[in-house]
């Protein structure tokens, strides 16, 4: 039987805002994964649909407060934008968290 304190457990936190306006709709999603064990897998799903498997491996961001990075390129869409990340560990249990990115296109009526 193992006990963990809670800050023994894997931490997921993202490094943006939840409304953003833009001219275009391409939008990076940042995430920070912190972690004292190995993780067997990392999902990034985008508005319920699969966006990233295995995403430990694709670790761009250099960050010394994380032990994992995750950073992918998103096409948001006009309003409401889900991204969810799922953290894997060899034991299978898993750790969930989400943002919610709201897109406000700028107007492009002239004044």
């Known amino acids: 039987l193992l006990k963990f304190k809670n800050d023994d457990l894997p931490q997921i936190s993202f490094m943006q805002d939840s409304i953003t306006t833009r001219i275009n709709d391409k939008f990076i999603i940042q995430a920070c994964i912190r972690s004292k064990s190995n993780l067997k897998n ?31 390129d998103l096409q948001l869409l006009k309003g409401l934008n889900k991204v969810e990340l799922v953290i894997t560990d060899f034991k299978n249990h898993q750790i969930r968290n989400n943002c919610k990115i709201y897109f406000i296109p700028p107007s492009h009526e002239n004044w």
Do not use: K
Not at 50 to 70: E, F, H, P
């Open 42 to 72: 990392i999902q990034v799903f985008f508005n319920d649909s699969l966006l990233l498997d295995n995403a430990g491996a694709w670790n761009s961001l250099s960050n010394n407060d994380c032990d994992i990075s995750v950073a992918s």
